[in-house]
Structures are given as structure tokens and as C-alpha cells.
Nanobody
Framework: QVQLVESGGGLVQAGASLRLSCAADGRSFSDYVMAWFRQAPGKERDFVAHIERGGFGTYADPVKGRFTISRDNAKNTVYLQMNSLKPEDTAVYYC????????????????WGQGTQVTVSS
């Protein structure tokens, strides 16, 4: 089982960029599908993107073309590059790990980080 620690959140203006990082502490990082979810106040936790073991990324429609997920298996780290940020991107962003199989459902991920706040002002 891996443990996850996110970093890189912050307060930015609309149109700016941020890069989130999620460092995994544990063995067999390359066995995991890594995902980012986000949760705005009073809303459910939503899928943002996931990256399969081979590096193929899948994105939710609201972030397609603006966000890029990547992973560095040598560093046990997954990244989320967020460009052209909008106020509606404001949320707590969570990193999650699931062994072998991809999913966009948060209830199918057993391992979560503590979350990092992203706030985008208009």
C-alpha cells in the first residue's frame, strides 16, 4: 500500500497556471493507476484525471485541453499541470491510487492523500 502526499496548491488569478505534485511513499508505485479528484465546498468529489501505468491519461470534460497529468515512476510522483485556470476550478484537489485498474469513481480508490487547496480568483 502506498501513502500519498500532495503539494503545489495555492491562490492564483484566473488564467494562471499551477502544478500539483503527489509523492508516493511505498513500493510498487508503477503498479498503480494514479488519479486526481477535486471537491468544491458543498459538492461531491469529482474525477479530474487519471494516468495508467503505461502513462496514458484520461480527463474529465471540464479540464480537457487545460490540464495534463503525468507520472515519473523513478520518483514515485504524479503531477497535474493546470493551465488557463478558471474560478470554477477552485476546490481541494486529492491524489488517489488504485492498483492495476483505472476508474473515474472515487469510491473505487482505496488510497488518498490529504488534499491541497486550489483557489482561483476572478
Amino acid at each position: 500500500q502506498v501513502q500519498l502526499v500532495e503539494s503545489g496548491g495555492g491562490l492564483v488569478q484566473a488564467g494562471a497556471s499551477l502544478r500539483l505534485s503527489c509523492a508516493a511513499d511505498g513500493r510498487s508505485f508503477s503498479d498503480y493507476v494514479m488519479a486526481w479528484f477535486r471537491q468544491a465546498p458543498g459538492k461531491e468529489r469529482d474525477f479530474v484525471a487519471h494516468i495508467e501505468r503505461g502513462g496514458f491519461g484520461t480527463y474529465a470534460d471540464p479540464v480537457k485541453g487545460r490540464f495534463t497529468i503525468s507520472r515519473d515512476n523513478a520518483k514515485n510522483t504524479v503531477y497535474l499541470q493546470m493551465n488557463s485556470l478558471k474560478p470554477e476550478d477552485t476546490a481541494v484537489y486529492y491524489c488517489a491510487a488504485r492498483r492495476y485498474l483505472r476508474s473515474i469513481r472515487p469510491d473505487e480508490y482505496a488510497t488518498w492523500g490529504q488534499g491541497t487547496q486550489v483557489t482561483v480568483s476572478s
